[in-house]
């Protein structure tokens, strides 16, 4: 009897086992094929270095990012502006260019302040109706979304691409801005609940800050556990899982520190990493051969964390030459006009229209494309371009890279097979 009680238990536990491991079907084969996709930047979260003329245009150097947009100019103004650039900046064209160059996927970046602004806040809403547009073309072309919440209240790092643009973040010191964080990202799990087919993915925060310490790490690793809650179970009881795969950020830390984070009766769980090799002096300085060496290295690290790794930003820049890349105003460390930098050369010809760049430096585009591209697949879940398009910065577009050749119309196919070795 007692043996057949321990038997009857080890196969319930097992049935049980079994269970857990089959209730996660998300909408892409992810683990068995590779996630080929390009972010949607600057579009329904502004970016000052990809549509620097929006910037330019309002004749107020005040104006840095979202945040000031709305504060600094005429409200109507702006929001005239705002309405033009979503009408323009990404259509249902893009989505068919997309889908017709052989990838899979397109990370949508959207700030908290499309969803719910503060008193005081001058945010200007009225992205939603774009972001459901986005759904419907993705659909259409068979592509699949990442709803990547791109900024929160009192900025999670800091940076002008999170809405405000600060010394020092505040969103991880102020429980109430958590809060509010919380509140969004239920919402977007409850808008896409059931549409996991076309949006398999939420990531409930970009790149917070975890360079700046323990208060931010700690605060982090509390939010994608509230948020991990949230999207996997938006069904207002815990006995319901969603779909949803949780693109959880490595908050600009080391991979392997975040091995045995997630405990292992949660599923669906990713990890979102991005490689820049660019916004240091010393990476500025770096030859173009080390740069494709680095990339290749990346082998040795994406393991790391022991979770299923997406590189969901990335590019084949080597300079932050781009115009307003590190803010409006504010120079770069290539050619010594960011401060305290010191100067590597001059960037012209490494960024602005393909039509100025060199043949050389068009096949060196096109080496580190492959060698990014061969090694996200090979040791991650695969990679997400940033960026689709650029205004000036073509370096940076997938778009411009299709159309001037150091990107191929079909992205497995390779001109430097062995760049990595």
Partial sequence: MFFMSCLTAITLLILSLSSLVLSFSPGFPYGSQPVRGVNLGGWLALEPWITPSLFDNTGNPQIIDEWTFGQFQDRNTAAAALRAHWDTWITEADFKAIAAAGLNHVRLPIGYWAFEV????????????????????????????????????????????????????????????????????????????DSTSVVPVIAPLNEPAGFYGDAVISATKQYWRDSYKSIRFPFGNSSRESNTLVLIHDAIQPLSSWNGFVPPDWQGVAMDTHIYQIFSDAENAMSNANHIVSACGQRNILPGAGLWVI?????????????????????????????????????????????????????FLRQYWEAQTSTYEAAGQGWIQWTWKAEVADEWSYQAGLANGWIPRDPTNRQFPNVCG
């Fill in 118 to 193: 503060g008193p005081g806040e001058p945010y200007i809403q009225g992205q939603l109706p774009y972001l459901s547009k986005a759904v419907g073309w993705a659909q259409t072309h068979g592509l699949k979304i990442v709803v990547d919440l791109h900024g929160a209240p009192g900025s999670q790092n800091g940076f002008d691409n999170s809405g405000q643009k600060m010394p020092f973040p505040l969103w991880h010191s102020n429980q109430t801005n958590i809060d509010r964080t919380n509140a969004v990202i239920k919402t977007i799990a409850n808008m896409f609940k």
């Fill in 311 to 363: 590189v969901g930003e990335w590019a084949p820049v080597a300079t932050d030459c781009a115009k307003y890349l590190n803010g409006r105003g504010v120079g770069s460390r290539f050619d010594g006009t960011f401060p305290g930098s010191t100067r590597v050369g001059s960037c012209t010809g490494l960024t602005g229209k393909a039509s100025t760049f060199s043949p050389s430096f068009k096949t």
